[in-house]
T-cell receptor, first 113, second 115 residues
Framework: AQSVTQLGSHVSVSEGALVLLRCNYS??????LFWYVQYPNQGLQLLLK??????LVKGINGFEAEFKKSETSFHLTKPSAHMSDAAEYFC???????????FGAGTTVTVRA | DTAVSQTPKYLVTQMGNDKSIKCEQN?????MYWYKQDSKKFLKIMFS???????INETVPNRFSPKSPDKAHLNLHINSLELGDSAVYFC??????????????FGPGTRLTVL
């Protein structure tokens, strides 16, 4: 089965600094990868997804992620953090065996003023 | 207009009780899901329905029973509630079951607390 591992359960950045959230995947077939964001007391919202069209994927709110097959990674970045980026971020992978979405453990982002 | 809605938002109950959580989507999607998010924020799929047919049933105690009266609704009934059932339950939907790239749209969650 496919899976993702998010490195770092908590990331703290200063406002205006780079946000980098790490996600590595494990898959025996080409993966489809997703980043979701969960704001406090809310459901999950899709930030962006990789569907094999382009390796650099741009999402909402200034986020982007790059698919690197050689490194089995799909790291999420944003050049300049904003206070409103404070949230929980989940990397996820589609499973081609049964079309399930498998989530990583999540990374909590805090933004310091 | 909310795409995926859940009721109630909060549910506090005693051990041993039976409770239900309702979910509705107005996106015209074929597939709906229930997820459980534990206290460490780990998300795990529980069930998935496609056009009222159960297609994913993870290792979940049979005290949990999903019911889909039509493709826009997926309810979750829980019998004999236990302390370990305390969690946030999310409903989600997607356009088709057989697409690896379809976005799943999540509801706002139901926070269940079992005392």
């Amino acid at each position: 089965a496919q899976s993702v591992t998010q490195l770092g359960s908590h990331v703290s950045v200063s406002e205006g600094a780079l946000v980098l959230l790490r996600c590595n995947y494990s898959s025996s077939v080409p993966p489809y990868l997703f980043w979701y964001v969960q704001y406090p007391n809310q459901g999950l919202q899709l930030l962006l997804k990789y569907t094999s069209a382009a390796t650099l994927v741009k999402g909402i709110n200034g986020f982007e992620a790059e698919f690197k097959k050689s490194e089995t990674s799909f790291h999420l970045t944003k050049p300049s953090a904003h206070m409103s980026d404070a949230a929980e971020y989940f990397c996820a992978v589609s499973d081609s065996n049964d079309y399930k979405l498998s989530f990583g453990a999540g990374t909590t982002v805090t933004v310091r003023a | 207009d909310t795409a995926v809605s859940q009721t109630p938002k909060y549910l506090v109950t005693q051990m041993g009780n039976d409770k239900s959580i309702k979910c509705e989507q107005n996106l015209g999607h074929d597939t709906m899901y229930w997820y459980k998010q534990d206290s460490k924020k780990f998300l795990k799929i529980m069930f998935s329905y496609n056009n009222k047919e159960l297609i994913i049933n993870e290792t979940v105690p049979n005290r949990f029973s999903p019911k889909s009266p039509d493709k826009a609704h997926l309810n979750l009934h829980i019998n004999s509630l236990e302390l370990g059932d305390s969690a946030v339950y999310f409903c989600a939907s997607s356009r088709r079951r057989d697409s690896l790239t379809d976005t799943q749209y999540f509801g706002p969650g139901t926070r269940l607390t079992v005392l």
